[in-house]
Structures are given as structure tokens and as C-alpha cells.
């Protein structure tokens, strides 16, 4: 029987087990949007994963939507991440940058002067997101064009070979929760009549195209994707998910991607099989709980319901949870008035076993 303590090959990168750190946006990075020495050691702490999946990162400046968020953009972002690649490779562990462009959640004073946030439609999103100058609501983003949805994708592409360059084992594109590339998938947030928008082969389009050039940018076998069917965070309605991910999957399959990740919405464990079925590659799974996800989920790779398991609050407590599973506790309890910005406390002092 198959453990959530066994090796797996992920493409030709070799992990020690099937834990994956989930990403998790921690809004510290530095000036100029670079990861600071203060990141290196939190990744580096948690490289006992199999996986380690970063925060958010934006390949682009408009596609930040959080204060204090890293990108993967600039020269010095690039050489930033490389302390942290280095840090996590000299632990053992192995890591994947998580590209996300937040698209329409955000807002322009996230932004430098004169620059908006942007969208697949002119819909706004209900809702504030955090700036330095306390809560703002969200604004109606201006729609991009057909040439600028190219181009992003092509910032999508720079990014990824950034990462390379940084010294990522691959990227994880954030196709889920609400952001830009689940913003075009959505009916809700896309009402275009383009070649992007419509029926569910061109709300698609911006997906299977980004993981393609992706692909192309830096291989297949280090691309991946993460989706959230039916997820309504960040305000996303899709009523019915399932012709347009079954659409999606069947469309990546072919590409020989590193892995899809899975993070499930509440009571659809039964889209979460057909998906699992439809995609010969490597699973990975954040499942849906009432709370954070907790050593209970282990039984999904037993199951041969995902081939790894993401967590998320519980890997930012537990720097080594993996030994923490296996020893079955005693767990750190995650203090969420540290989650997002700060220094060190609630970031790199949980301690280990």
C-alpha cells in the first residue's frame, strides 16, 4: 500500500515523500518586491516537505494584489529567490514557485502611479482587500485586450523561465481562488465575446494557452497548475463547474505536466474523482475540511484519491510536519494575527519537534 511517507517521482524531480507545503501568501516580502533573508529561513525550515509550493508570486507589476507581495519580474527578485532555492536544495527539499496574477482582486494603490488592476471583463468583484491604508474596496478592473491578454501570457512564460533561472525545480500556475486565470474560466467575472470568452472552449483558452507557453518557456515536466472548481472565493460564480474543468483537464492532459493540484471546494469530492480520473499525471489534492486540513487527509494517497497531499495552515505551524504526521503530533497551533506581514513572529519562530 502506497503512503503519504513514500517517494514519488514528479517528472524526473525525485521527492522524499508525498506532504506538500501548500502555497500561502505571508505579505513579507521586501523593497522592491524581493523575498528577504527572513523568507530564505521560513522556506528552508519546512524543506522536510516532498513539495514545498511557494506563496503567490507575480509575474508581472500589475498582477499584484496584496501589500508586500513577491514577484519573479526583475533581476533582483531573481537573484533574491536563488538565496531561497539554494537555502531549501541544501536542506533536501524541493520547491515549486506558485506564478499568480491576481488580476481584478487588488487595488491601483497596490500599484504604481497610473497603473490599474485588470480583469478578463470591466466586473468588479464584492469585497475589500488590505492596503497600508486599512481596508479598500475592490474596483472595477479594465478589461484587457486581445493583444494584452497575449501579452500577459507572455509575462506568465518570462516569469517561469525566471524561475528556472532562480533556481525553482518548476512553477505552479494559480489557475484557482478567484485570480486572474480563474477569472477567465468563471462565467461570472468573464463576459467577453471574444476568442476568450463565451462558451467553455474559449473561457478556457487563457489557461490551456498560459500553461502551454509556459511549457514551452521551461518544460513540461517542470509546469503545473493548481484550480479550484465551484470555489467561490474573491467572488466567483460558477454555477456549473463541471463541463468547464472536465473541458480544462481534458485539454492539459495531453501536455505532460508535472502535476495538477486540486484544491476543493466544499461537497464536491464527486468533480474531484472525475478530474482525478481524467488526469493520467501526477494528483495532488487540498481537500476540502471543516478546518484546517489535519492528519486525517494522509488516508487520501492510501485511497488513491490524490498521489500527495497539500497542507496549508497546519505546514505553517509545523515547520517539520511531516515528522509531526508520522509521530502524530504534537501540533503548533497557527496564530492568524501573524498570517499576513510582519517580522519573524508567527513566520519563522513555530519551532520544530
Do not use: C
Request: aromatic share 8%; glycine share 12%; net charge negative.
Amino acid at each position: 500500500m502506497t503512503t503519504a511517507y513514500d517517494p514519488i517521482d514528479l517528472s524526473g524531480t525525485p521527492l522524499a515523500n508525498r506532504i506538500v507545503m501548500a502555497p500561502m501568501t505571508r505579505s513579507r516580502a521586501g523593497d522592491g518586491g524581493a523575498p528577504t533573508d527572513l523568507s530564505v529561513e521560513y522556506y528552508a525550515q519546512r524543506a522536510s516537505a516532498g513539495l514545498i509550493v511557494t506563496e503567490g508570486v507575480q509575474p508581472s507589476v500589475v498582477g499584484q494584489g496584496y501589500p508586500d507581495t513577491p514577484g519573479l519580474h526583475s533581476a533582483e527578485q531573481i537573484a533574491a529567490w536563488r538565496k531561497v532555492t539554494d537555502a531549501v536544495h541544501a536542506a533536501g527539499g524541493r520547491i515549486f514557485a506558485q506564478l499568480m496574477h491576481a488580476g481584478r482582486i487588488g487595488h491601483p494603490s497596490l500599484l504604481p502611479d497610473g497603473l490599474v488592476n485588470v480583469g478578463a471583463s470591466p466586473v468588479r468583484a464584492e469585497g475589500q482587500v488590505y492596503t497600508h491604508e486599512g481596508p479598500l474596496d475592490f474596483v472595477v478592473p479594465r478589461e484587457l485586450t486581445g493583444d494584452e491578454v497575449r501579452a500577459t501570457i507572455g509575462e506568465f512564460a518570462a516569469a517561469a523561465r525566471g524561475a528556472v533561472e532562480a533556481g525553482f525545480d518548476g512553477v505552479e500556475l494559480h489557475g484557482a481562488n478567484g485570480y486572474l486565470i480563474h477569472q477567465f474560466l468563471a462565467p461570472g467575472s468573464n463576459l467577453r465575446t471574444d476568442e476568450w470568452g463565451g462558451p467553455v472552449a474559449n473561457r478556457i483558452r487563457f489557461a490551456v494557452e498560459t500553461v502551454k507557453a509556459v511549457a514551452a518557456e521551461i518544460g513540461a515536466a517542470r509546469t503545473a497548475i493548481r484550480l479550484s472548481p465551484g470555489n467561490p472565493y474573491n467572488d466567483i460564480q460558477e454555477p456549473e463547474p463541471e463541463p468547464t474543468y472536465t473541458a480544462l483537464v481534458d485539454a492539459l492532459e495531453p501536455l505532460g505536466l508535472a502535476y495538477l493540484h486540486i484544491t476543493e471546494a466544499t461537497e464536491i469530492r464527486e468533480l474531484t474523482l472525475a478530474l482525478r480520473k481524467r488526469f493520467s499525471g501526477t494528483f495532488i489534492l487540498n481537500p476540502a475540511t471543516e478546518g484546517p486540513t489535519g492528519p486525517e487527509s494522509l488516508t487520501l494517497v492510501e485511497d488513491g484519491v490524490a498521489d500527495l497531499v497539500a497542507y496549508g495552515q497546519l505546514f505553517l505551524a509545523n515547520p517539520d510536519l511531516p515528522a509531526r504526521l508520522k509521530a502524530g503530533g504534537p501540533f503548533n497551533e497557527a496564530d492568524p494575527a501573524t498570517f499576513f506581514g510582519g517580522d519573524a513572529k508567527g513566520y519563522t519562530d513555530y519551532p520544530a519537534l
